[in-house]
C-alpha cells in the first residue's frame, strides 16, 4: 500500500529559483495538507484543499502556492525560493474513518535553499 | 487564536523509568486531540487520538493518554520507556467539525538512556 508518496525527498535548490513538491496518495482521501517542520516551531500549516480545486491557506501561506487538480495529487511550489523556506516539507491526507478523521503524514521532503 | 502548549522541550529519561509528557490546548468547543511520534530521521505517525467516550485512549507501544477535559489537558504516558522510545513527540487538536487542520504543538523530543 503506496499511502503517500512525496517527491523529490531532497533537494537543494539556490535562491530565487521555483521549486515544486510533490504529493501522491492512494486512498482518495478528500483533505490534503502541506506543513513545514522547523526547530522550535513544531509543524506549521501552509495551506490545505478540502477537495479537488478547492484549496486553503493555513498558517504560514506567504512565498507557497497549491493546486489541486486531482484528488489524488497536491503539488506544492515556492514560486522564488528564500533562505527561510530552507526546512522538511510533509504532505498529509485525512479521510473519514469509524472513529472520526485521522491525518496520516508522508515521509517529508528536506529542501535546502542556498 | 487556537494554540497548543507542550510544556516539556526537551526529556531526558533512563530506560523503565515512567514517562508523562504535557498537553494543554487552547479552545473552548469540540477537539479532537492526537499524539504524533516521529522517529529520527523518519516520518509523522499516529500514536493514539480521542474522538469522543472514555477519555482514557490507549494507543500502541503501550503508550496512553488521559483527556482531562476541565483542564484542556491530554498528557501522553508510559510506565516504562524503552532506548527505541527516543523520538520526538507532537500533540495536536483539530476542532470538532471544523476542516481536519491539525494544530500542532511545537513538540517534545524525548532521549532514553540505556
Known amino acids: 500500500d503506496a499511502g503517500i508518496t512525496q517527491s523529490p525527498r531532497y533537494k537543494i535548490t539556490e535562491t530565487g529559483r521555483q521549486v515544486t513538491l510533490m504529493c501522491h496518495q492512494t486512498w482518495s482521501h478528500s483533505y490534503m495538507f502541506w506543513y513545514r517542520q522547523d526547530l522550535g516551531h513544531g509543524l506549521r500549516l501552509i495551506y490545505y484543499?478540502?477537495?479537488?480545486?478547492?484549496?486553503d491557506k493555513g498558517e504560514v501561506p506567504d512565498g507557497y502556492v497549491v493546486s489541486r487538480s486531482k484528488t489524488e495529487n497536491f503539488p506544492l511550489t515556492l514560486e522564488s525560493a528564500t533562505r527561510s523556506q530552507t526546512s522538511v516539507y510533509f504532505c498529509?491526507?485525512?479521510?473519514?474513518?469509524?472513529?472520526?478523521?485521522?491525518?496520516?503524514f508522508g515521509e517529508g521532503s528536506w529542501l535546502t535553499v542556498v | 487564536a487556537q494554540s497548543v502548549s507542550q510544556h516539556n522541550h526537551h526529556v531526558i529519561l533512563s530506560e523503565a523509568a515512567s514517562l508523562e509528557l504535557g498537553c494543554n490546548y487552547s479552545y473552548g468547543g469540540t477537539v479532537n486531540l492526537f499524539w504524533y511520534v516521529q522517529y529520527p530521521g523518519q516520518h509523522l505517525q499516529l500514536l493514539l487520538k480521542y474522538f469522543s467516550g472514555d477519555p482514557l485512549v490507549k494507543g500502541i507501544k503501550g503508550f496512553e493518554a488521559e483527556f482531562i477535559k476541565s483542564k484542556f489537558s491530554f498528557n501522553l504516558r508510559k510506565p516504562s520507556v524503552q532506548w527505541s522510545d527516543t523520538a520526538e513527540y507532537f500533540c495536536?487538536?483539530?476542532?470538532?467539525?471544523?476542516?481536519?487542520?491539525?494544530?500542532f504543538g511545537t513538540g517534545t523530543l524525548l532521549a532514553v538512556q540505556p
Open positions: 498529509a491526507s485525512s479521510g473519514t474513518d469509524l472513529s472520526g478523521n485521522t491525518i496520516y
Open positions: 484543499s478540502a477537495a479537488a480545486d478547492i484549496t
Open positions: 495536536a487538536v483539530t476542532l470538532g467539525g471544523a476542516t481536519n487542520k491539525l494544530i
